[in-house]
């Protein structure tokens, strides 16, 4: 047979075998022929049903119609979020009053100072000849003094000498009167003098105190967070007063100014404590107080808020002028009270459909009143076609994922709906 193979014969064997197969078929009688058809269509039709039967014994039970979650016992902590930036409680900035050149920059960033430490100077050689020069002057117009108070001791004892005179008839009357006016002269140059004194000692003190202005010393005791001068700078004080250092008194303590929403303003309340969180610091908390609600709008493109100040303990100076930070205030508090998930609050049944797959018009569940929520829960049914019935219940503060029950007949342990599962359209009920 292998030689008819390879020779091309096989199509002829084929031929043969399919004439003696229909020699046997010709040979039977009609009635057997149809008995064994039967025979075979029937086998045919025993197994599909045993395969029904076992898809159905093996397949798993429905799902159920609604997802659910149980009420429980917890503690509530309604919460106000906002973010601001970190700030030192006292903040001074130390500027130049006098113009001319940095001869001398005594500290640097991070330095710590004391209260009356000199921090830099500019050169005081132009002020120093002021002083010089208004010292000189006021010693020539001390001397100027002296003179105008000899001439006038010399027009008196004249004066007096003339009227002791005329009352002998040995002076005239002109006489007495030259030397009365020489004398209100002499008197008069001693009021100038002394009101020269006066100008120039004003220029003396002016001239000393803009002498002293050329060292910068600081006003209270900290540590410099910001330094904008150089030796050898130049800085102008014609206009304005520049900025050479920036000094916080105490960095121990630090305060946050955060935007309060105009929506949750009216939950913060002073003396509320607050958890501080920095970007630098992922999940450490630095514990705060709210010390401040100012009263002042900020309007930033239409959106309200209002500034609140945070002070923070700070004594590992973890926290730093200008960092970002994310405050959470805790308004309210409810201890071990019963509690639902938000989710639960939120769900609302998906409406029924008709028999073209369209939802069908519902009637709107009654408006609910100030401090309602309504719940759902299974009233029946077996799996994979549960009914439900809505529940109106009070409900207090809540923390963003849980709400806290008021008065109710529900208890821990109570399962209520969260979410409703689509339903599984399939062309045949079999698989």
Known sequence: MTDDIQNGTQPGLVADAVRELEGDLKSESGGRRWLRRLLVVGVVVGL????????????????????????????????????????PLTEVQVGAQVSGRVVRVLVDFNSVVKKGDLLAEIDPSLFGAQVSQAGAQLRASKASEKRAEA????????????????????????DVDSAQGEFDVAEADVSAAKAQISQIQAQLRSARTTLAYSRIYSPIDGVVINRTVEPGQTVAASFAAPVLFVIAQDLSKMQVLADIDEADVGKVEKGMKADVVVDAFPGEKFAGEVTQIRYAPNNVQGVVTYSAVIDVANPDLKLRPGMTATVTIKTHEAKQVLAVRNAALRFRPLPEKDEDGKPKPEKPPAPLEHGQGRLYQITGGAQGSETIAPKVVPIGITDGVWTALKASDLSAGAEVVVEQREEDKKAFGLF
Do not use: C, H, M, Y
Request: proline fraction near 6%; aromatic fraction near 4%; avoid cysteine.
């Open 48 to 87: 599909l049903v045993a395969f029904v039967a076992w898809r159905r014994a093996t397949r798993p039970p429905p799902e159920p119609r609604f997802k659910t979650e149980k009420i429980e016992k917890r503690d509530v902590v309604e919460q106000v979020q906002s973010t601001g930036s970190v700030k």
């Open 151 to 174: 001439r006038l001791a010399t027009a008196k004892i004249n004066l007096n000498r003339l009227k002791g005179l005329q009352k002998e008839g040995i002076a005239s009357s002109a």
